[in-house]
């Protein structure tokens, strides 16, 4: 499974993004797809997870701000991101896996397959 992100860029505070994530290849094997992100000096940290049941997870600081979607027939999960904040500043990192369960998908640890980054930037 390859993963390209993209929709990275700079923003003002109270600002939105979207990311869009493209996956290819063996796209049939994967549960879940996850957004991570790592600003500097800072582990990977969980962001938001969409299932193939449909079923979505958020890390409670984007709760009610981030909203993840995925379009099926074209193989892409976005990431919509409103009321940013300088804290949200960070590389964020589509991931997929095979083997994922819902204990453990905030777990970077737990995919296997990463895409390359895009920087989000959020000036104050």
């Known amino acids: 499974v390859q993963l390209v992100e993209s929709g990275g860029g700079l923003v003002q505070a109270g600002g939105s993004l979207r990311l869009s994530c493209a996956a290819s290849?063996?796209?049939?094997?994967?549960?879940?797809m996850t957004w991570f992100r790592q600003a500097p000096g800072k582990e990977r940290e969980f962001v938001a997870a969409?299932?193939?049941?449909?079923?979505?997870y958020f890390t409670d600081s984007v709760k009610g701000r981030f909203t993840i979607t995925s379009d099926n027939a074209k193989n892409v999960v976005y990431l919509q991101m409103n009321s940013l904040t300088p804290e949200d500043t960070a590389v964020y990192y589509c991931?997929?896996?095979?083997?994922?369960?819902?204990?453990?998908?905030?777990?970077?640890?737990?995919?296997?397959?990463w895409g390359q980054g895009t920087q989000v930037t959020v000036s104050s």
């Open positions: 991931a997929a896996g095979s083997s994922l369960i819902i204990s453990t998908m905030r777990e970077p640890t737990a995919y296997g397959y």
């Open positions: 290849g063996r796209t049939s094997s994967t549960r879940a």
């Open positions: 969409v299932w193939r049941g449909g079923y979505t």
